[in-house]
């Protein structure tokens, strides 16, 4: 199973930019799905993160600025990122829990970062 992310870039300060993060191999179902991310410095923080049922939380400094939204067809989870400040800017790093075909609990997994910078 791998986690696939794109989607992260330049934008200036009150831009938007849409990240996207797909699931592929042997994936049976999905449980959370969700956006960390990790600032030069800074220990990694949680974004936002939804359940298999929709269910979200989001970090209190995107709340009202960003969405997390899934496309359980396509085991896709995106982050839309509006009003982008310069404190946005860090690496974006999507994970899920993942239950194999075959398999009878979940596993953890990360995909690789995408960079996103704001600039003011």
């Known amino acids: 199973v791998q986690l696939q992310a794109s989607g992260g870039g330049l934008v200036q300060a009150g831009g938007s930019l849409r990240l996207s993060c797909a699931a592929s191999?042997?994936?049976?179902?999905?449980?959370?799905m969700g956006w960390y991310r990790q600032a030069p410095g800074k220990q990694r923080e949680l974004v936002a993160r939804?359940?298999?049922?929709?269910?979200?939380n989001y970090a209190d400094s995107v709340k009202g600025r960003f969405i997390i939204s899934r496309d359980n067809a396509k085991n896709t989870v995106y982050l839309q990122m509006n009003s982008l400040k310069p404190e946005d800017t860090a690496v974006y790093s999507c994970?899920?829990?993942?239950?194999?075909?075959?398999?009878?609990?979940?596993?953890?997994?990360w995909g690789r970062g995408t960079q996103v910078t704001v600039s003011s």
């Open positions: 994970n899920a829990l993942i239950k194999h075909i075959g398999a009878t609990g979940l596993r953890d997994y």
């Open positions: 191999g042997s994936v049976f179902s999905i449980s959370d």
């Open positions: 939804s359940t298999s049922g929709s269910i979200t």
